[in-house]
């Protein structure tokens, strides 16, 4: 509840003049800046007092007793506050030297705690649905355009993690983002796992021998066991190869438990995945460097990723006898090689920008994913009967990072969207109630 009057003061939406519970008029020249950090709630504001003006710090509770529950009576640090603003006035609060703070009492508005209430009482999906028509296309606009550069730096800032964690090996950065984009969401953490674990140098030295190289690989994901399988010949050949290289390398393999495949067809298994890597360093791919050269053209990263299964992957979907009712792809459908290059290329150009100072790549980045298709999945679905419809993949983008981010994480305080239609009370112009309580409202009968 005090983070609702954190908010309150920092946008200056009090919804009446303010004064102190002694009579004194207190007028904002400045809120001053939020604080996240140990201290007073807001540093740094501006206020005129009773027709004198101040500077200094404001610190914001729901009750006034809370300034002594807290302690802040014998920190020096709030020594500095000029001011306290709380919901209820159930005490005089005062300095560690005894002098008494200025107090203000607000209440939140009505529009707004309607508005924040009905945003709050929808624990799932998009809580401002029955609002979004009201939003001007400028709002739109100007929102959905930060959210996709958010989205991708968020994005890149994995790879650059992944560049801090692996002892800033750029190549092997950006072969666990492939790893992790190949899982496709549902196994992208087992795929960054198992790329983590192996270090590119082996995968090189074998590149030359698929069959060492998909050992490396099978063997590190967990999948392989000599017990299982005893008639496969091509899954035993992994097995030993894989026995040998684990003691020369002195490796460990992952749980194979970790891999899923609920909701997943069999020629999308984790298995034809794994050997789509293979083949790739198999063919001589260099992560890094090819997609540099691609420079961010759809048509070049279509090539890039279109690597090919033969021998037992190019008819099987996993190990064992393979069923003839199955028919397994050979390469990526368009579809998959598009997700990859918003997935995977596009933050490698943003997060390559950020470590070279090359932001023209960055640029061209973000104009690719403008030519490219937008996803389809539910949570599009659910914007676009909303109202808000994704024309390519930058706007997807966009839409995706603000279900996750924001509505998700119940950030409507933080949300652009959420800002606009608590400002505007956008709710109190859907509703009409005759008590407010919990969250609780009831209607108005006609």
């Not at 949570?379 to 924001?406: F, K, M, N, P, T």
């Given at each position: 509840?005090?983070?609702?009057?954190?908010?309150?003061?920092?946008?200056?939406?009090?919804?009446?003049?303010?004064?102190?519970?002694?009579?004194?008029?207190?007028?904002?020249?400045?809120?001053?800046?939020?604080?996240?950090?140990?201290?007073?709630?807001?540093?740094?504001?501006?206020?005129?007092?009773?027709?004198?003006?101040?500077?200094?710090?404001?610190?914001?509770?729901?009750?006034?007793?809370?300034?002594?529950?807290?302690?802040?009576?014998?920190?020096?640090?709030?020594?500095?506050?000029?001011?306290?603003?709380?919901?209820?006035?159930?005490?005089?609060?005062?300095?560690?030297?005894?002098?008494?703070?200025?107090?203000?009492?607000?209440?939140?508005?009505?529009?707004?705690?309607?508005?924040?209430?009905?945003?709050?009482?929808?624990?799932?999906?998009?809580?401002?649905?029955?609002?979004?028509?009201?939003?001007?296309?400028?709002?739109?606009?100007?929102?959905?355009?930060?959210?996709?550069?958010?989205?991708?730096?968020?994005?890149?800032?994995?790879?650059?993690?992944?560049?801090?964690?692996?002892?800033?090996?750029?190549?092997?950065?950006?072969?666990?983002?492939?790893?992790?984009?190949?899982?496709?969401?549902?196994?992208?953490?087992?795929?960054?796992?198992?790329?983590?674990?192996?270090?590119?140098?082996?995968?090189?030295?074998?590149?030359?021998?698929?069959?060492?190289?998909?050992?490396?690989?099978?063997?590190?994901?967990?999948?392989?066991?000599?017990?299982?399988?005893?008639?496969?010949?091509?899954?035993?050949?992994?097995?030993?190869?894989?026995?040998?290289?684990?003691?020369?390398?002195?490796?460990?393999?992952?749980?194979?438990?970790?891999?899923?495949?609920?909701?997943?067809?069999?020629?999308?298994?984790?298995?034809?995945?794994?050997?789509?890597?293979?083949?790739?360093?198999?063919?001589?791919?260099?992560?890094?460097?090819?997609?540099?050269?691609?420079?961010?053209?759809?048509?070049?990263?279509?090539e890039y990723f279109d690597w090919r299964l033969d021998g037992y992957w190019g008819t099987h979907c996993g190990f064992g006898p393979q069923s003839s009712e199955i028919v397994a792809p050979r390469t990526l459908s368009n579809a998959s090689k598009e997700l990859l290059i918003i997935n995977v290329a596009a933050p490698f150009y943003y997060a390559h920008a950020r470590l070279s100072g090359n932001f023209e790549l960055a640029e061209r980045g973000a104009s690719m994913l403008m030519q490219l298709r937008a996803e389809r999945n539910t949570i599009l679905s659910s914007w676009q009967a909303c109202g808000l419809v994704a024309q390519d993949a930058l706007r997807s983008q966009a839409l995706l990072h603000l279900r996750a981010e924001y509505c998700d994480r119940n950030r409507c305080l933080d949300c652009r969207f959420g800002h606009y239609f608590l400002r505007s009370?956008?709710?109190?112009?859907?509703?009409?109630?005759?008590?407010?309580?919990?969250?609780?409202?009831?209607?108005?009968?006609?």
């Amino acid at each position: 509840m005090e983070l609702l009057y954190h908010y309150l003061w920092k946008h200056k939406m009090m919804g009446r003049p303010l004064a102190t519970v002694d009579g004194r008029e207190v007028v904002v020249r400045s809120p001053g800046r939020h604080n996240n950090d140990a201290g007073p709630d807001f540093s740094g504001a501006r206020l005129i007092v009773g027709g004198e003006e101040w500077a200094g710090n404001v610190e914001v509770h729901v009750k006034a007793s809370d300034w002594y529950a807290h302690g802040h009576d014998k920190d020096r640090a709030y020594d500095t506050v000029i001011l306290h603003v709380v919901a209820v006035n159930d005490a005089e609060v005062k300095r560690s030297d005894g002098t008494v703070i200025p107090q203000v009492e607000v209440i939140l508005p009505r529009d707004f705690y309607v508005t924040y209430a009905c945003l709050m009482a929808d624990l799932k999906g998009t809580r401002c649905r029955e609002m979004l028509h009201q939003l001007p296309e400028l709002v739109k606009t100007d929102w959905l355009e930060s959210l996709s550069m958010e989205r991708m730096h968020f994005k890149s800032a994995r790879l650059l993690e992944y560049y801090t964690q692996l002892n800033s090996d750029w190549e092997q950065s950006v072969f666990t983002l492939i790893a992790r984009g190949l899982g496709f969401g549902l196994n992208g953490l087992p795929f960054e796992i198992l790329a983590k674990n192996l270090p590119l140098k082996y995968l090189y030295h074998h590149a030359d021998d698929l069959l060492q190289t998909e050992a490396l690989l099978f063997g590190q994901a967990g999948f392989l066991d000599g017990a299982l399988y005893p008639y496969d010949e091509y899954y035993q050949s992994l097995c030993r190869e894989y026995m040998f290289l684990q003691r020369k390398y002195g490796l460990r393999p992952q749980a194979r438990e970790m891999w899923k495949y609920a909701r997943t067809r069999p020629q999308n298994f984790p298995h034809r995945r794994i050997a789509l890597l293979a083949a790739a360093i198999h063919a001589g791919t260099h992560f890094s460097s090819g997609l540099v050269e691609a420079n961010a053209d759809i048509d070049r990263l279509m090539e890039y990723f279109d690597w090919r299964l033969d021998g037992y992957w190019g008819t099987h979907c996993g190990f064992g006898p393979q069923s003839s009712e199955i028919v397994a792809p050979r390469t990526l459908s368009n579809a998959s090689k598009e997700l990859l290059i918003i997935n995977v290329a596009a933050p490698f150009y943003y997060a390559h920008a950020r470590l070279s100072g090359n932001f023209e790549l960055a640029e061209r980045g973000a104009s690719m994913l403008m030519q490219l298709r937008a996803e389809r999945n539910t949570i599009l679905s659910s914007w676009q009967a909303c109202g808000l419809v994704a024309q390519d993949a930058l706007r997807s983008q966009a839409l995706l990072h603000l279900r996750a981010e924001y509505c998700d994480r119940n950030r409507c305080l933080d949300c652009r969207f959420g800002h606009y239609f608590l400002r505007s009370g956008a709710a109190g112009r859907l509703f009409d109630y005759t008590r407010i309580r919990d969250n609780t409202f009831v209607e108005v009968s006609d």
